[in-house]
């Protein structure tokens, strides 16, 4: 029987912190007995969600991740909530290619738990998931911009040992931090692209321009996660294009984190991406947390003129070329 809601779709961009359902993280902390700041489920669904009538700051956003990583951090927890990503993103949204990201040393708390026990869990959420849904689903560890080299190097040689298991690239997510540059992680990049990893980073996003220059400079990524200011600069969107760099344009979290001023201010952005045809596909960032679906996400790119129908559908097409998962990519 065919899907309810149509047409296959693709989702590059989504952070297991953000994705599971409320009432499943419910679930989930209360069978491991974690003390909550609350004990009624709509202020602990009010923790760990965004709205777009009381937006948070980017900053305050960024803090909901502590609940929901803390929530996911055993292995038991980790299955669950890569299970109940998977097959939510099918059955709300018929999205059957999937890359779900996540840094597994945000969630062995600080080294209690073994890492390599919360990523097989992971990997065993994924294969469960796969065996009831028809999608194709990978994991792309993310680096944290606080974290220093040697933790991050430890997510690279994670994800490099785990590749053949479904791990299918890296990133690099995370608050600011005034230590981090992105130039300290090409010789770290190039290893895993020598590896065989997808690379993707986030840049662009509540920074300017300049990251997604030195980003591509340094890290010769296939992605970047946002990229939305990247439409500053001609000059580099050209570069873009020429280069082939995929964009993961996720449009609620940029209205809802306020990086973005308004959809007005989002078009503008976005018509300089169509202008100079650089790639790009459109993504839910989180889809819980921002309580939207990709479906949602797609929807509102049409009705706000972000791109025409034609031009979603060929958006579509590019997220499925520039996906890791598939064959001879990466
Ligand atoms: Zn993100």
Redesign the pocket.
């Known amino acids: 029987m065919p899907h309810p809601l149509g047409d296959e779709l693709t989702e590059l961009?989504v952070?297991l912190g953000g994705a599971v359902d409320p009432a499943a993280m419910w679930g989930i902390a209360h069978s491991q007995g974690i003390r909550l700041p609350t004990k009624d489920y709509w202020e602990f669904v009010e923790l760990i969600t965004v709205h777009p009538k009381r937006r948070k700051s980017f900053e305050d956003f960024l803090e909901l991740y502590h609940w929901t990583e803390l929530i996911q951090s055993s292995p038991i927890a980790v299955e669950q909530a890569v299970y109940e990503v998977i097959g939510g993103a099918y059955r709300k949204a018929n999205i059957t290619t999937l890359e779900l990201r996540y840094n597994p040393l945000k969630r062995n708390r600080g080294g209690e738990r073994d890492v390599d026990h919360i990523i097989m869990a992971s990997i065993r959420g994924l294969d469960r998931a796969a065996l009831e849904y028809p999608v194709k689903v990978g994991l792309i560890f993310c680096l944290d911009r606080t974290f220093g080299r040697e933790l991050n190097e430890i997510v690279v040689d994670k994800a490099i040992q785990y590749r053949k298991r479904g791990v299918v690239g890296i990133d690099i997510?995370g608050p600011h931090d005034n230590e981090f540059r992105y130039s300290d992680y090409a010789a770290l990049y190039k290893r895993a692209r020598k590896a065989g990893l997808g690379l993707t980073v986030?840049a662009g996003e509540d920074e300017d321009w300049h990251s997604v220059d030195e980003v591509v400079r340094h890290l010769e990524p296939d992605r970047i996660?946002h990229g939305i200011h990247a439409a500053q600069d001609a000059g580099l969107c050209k570069r873009l294009a020429e280069r082939g760099i995929h964009l993961e344009i996720c449009p609620s979290s940029n209205l809802d984190t306020k990086v973005v001023r308004d959809l007005d201010e989002l078009q503008e952005l976005i018509a300089v991406f169509r202008k100079h045809k650089v790639h790009f596909s459109f993504n839910t960032?989180g889809p819980e947390m921002l309580q939207t679906t990709l479906r949602d996400e797609l929807k509102l790119a049409v009705r706000a003129n972000l791109v025409s129908r034609d031009e979603l559908e060929q958006c579509g097409q590019w997220a499925l070329e520039a996906s890791f998962l598939q064959p001879g990519a990466a």
Do not use: K, L, R, S
């Open positions: 961009h952070h997510a986030h996660g960032d």
